[in-house]
């Protein structure tokens, strides 16, 4: 059963809530088309500064169309915030200060002090605060979780072309912030005690690619690589534990689990004492005896209608979302140290290497004296 269906269920005899979406861009339009099948939903407004978007939405869902958020007050019990990054704070801190439920997009907001703002506001608002990192409700993430305990190396590659969206952010909090979330869940308990990075800017001002290095106090280390200038899109990530390697494609999505046999966990295997027609055969067959491969199950699934079921649900029954405000604000400090990393890092500035195509990168992050713990599974709703 889906999380839509779940829903569904828990929510019979249940008013519906009443829900609108802030920003109707491409991605806004989906989040208002996808609330309109939702049991337990009912989308009554949409919102956006710009006539043409707002009017184009208010006829193709047949709801009010405002152009300021505020006139939302006493209308709804919950809204999606699409808009850009740089209005999360203060669109989510004015909303839950009356009261409404949020669901924000990636990030969660454009820097750790207001992210922080926003989970304060949420804790005193007794409101629901979910951010949207959709790839916690990937099917292909989904099937690998349960085989998952606690990772050792996680190596990530996220890229794509460059959109024209998001601009107001740099590529670590528009597409590295995924994969961010995705090992703050991994990573329970564990302080994260070093980052390292390196990025370039290419069409502005702020990075388009970017690489980073974490490490944790449990030994965890993590490689991330985001680009969108890229040639090709790629979202993939391979995740070592003491037992098992898993690999995911997110975009298929697919995912795979590789189980080393029990002479190779313990050391005993002894690859020169082969004769060379084992050593051929093992080659022949991929290594298939050593190294079993399993193709997980991955069930089909709409991603983000099950993230605003859950969205939805979280409200209906007071339970935690899957991913909190807190989870997100995790990701943005990590994202935050990740950009200062990239910005302390010093380029050898001669002639040859200073051109148009590749430059430095501004920032004004500054990191925290000390790292938190992640995925820290205690922590209250918003």
């Not at 690859?271 to 290594?287: G, P, T, V």
């Not at 925290?368 to 709703?381: E, Q």
């Amino acid at each position: 059963m889906n999380q839509a269906d779940s829903m569904h269920s828990e929510s019979f005899g249940s008013p519906p809530l009443k829900m609108a979406v802030v920003g109707v861009g491409h991605l806004g339009r989906i989040h208002a088309r996808l609330i309109q099948s939702i049991p337990g939903a009912d989308l009554v407004a949409v919102v956006d500064p710009r006539p043409n978007a707002r009017s184009e939405a208010s006829r193709e869902f047949q709801v009010l169309g405002l152009e300021d958020y505020r006139q939302l007050y006493g209308k709804v019990d919950a809204a999606v915030i699409a808009a850009p990054t740089r209005l999360h704070r203060s669109l989510g801190q004015d909303l839950l200060l009356h009261g409404i439920h949020i669901l924000v997009e990636k990030p969660l907001a454009g820097s750790r002090d207001q992210a922080r703002e926003l989970v304060a506001a949420a804790a005193r608002s007794k409101c629901v605060l979910q951010v949207g990192h959709i790839e916690q409700f990937n099917p292909a993430w989904l099937a690998v979780r349960p085989h998952l305990r606690r990772p050792r190396y996680i190596e990530a590659e996220r890229c794509s072309g460059f959109s024209f969206r998001s601009t107001d952010i740099g590529v670590v909090h528009d597409l590295m912030i995924h994969d961010l979330d995705l090992v703050v869940s991994l990573a329970r308990g564990a302080t994260l005690q070093d980052i390292q990075g390196l990025g370039v800017s290419v069409f502005g001002k702020l990075e388009d690619m970017a690489q980073a290095r974490l490490q944790f106090s449990d030994g965890l280390v993590v490689n991330l690589t985001a680009s969108r200038v890229g040639f090709r899109t790629s979202r993939q990530m391979t995740i070592f534990d003491a037992t098992a390697c898993a690999r995911i494609d997110f975009s298929v999505p697919s995912a795979e689990l590789v189980r080393p046999q029990r002479q190779l966990l313990s050391g005993e295997f002894d690859s020169d004492s082969l004769a060379d027609e084992e050593k051929q055969r093992l080659i022949d067959n991929s290594f298939a005896d050593l190294l079993p491969r399993t193709i997980l199950e991955v069930e089909p699934q709409n991603a983000l209608l099950n993230e605003l079921a859950d969205f939805v649900s979280s409200i209906q029954t007071g339970s935690m979302p899957r991913v909190s405000g807190q989870q997100g604000l995790d990701a943005v400090e990590i994202a935050d140290g990740v950009v200062e990393a990239i910005h302390q890092h010093h380029w050898d500035d001669d002639a040859g290497s200073h051109g148009a195509m590749f430059r430095s990168t501004q920032s004004t992050i500054v990191p925290p004296a000390t790292w938190p713990a992640m995925g820290n599974t205690t922590r209250k709703a918003g």
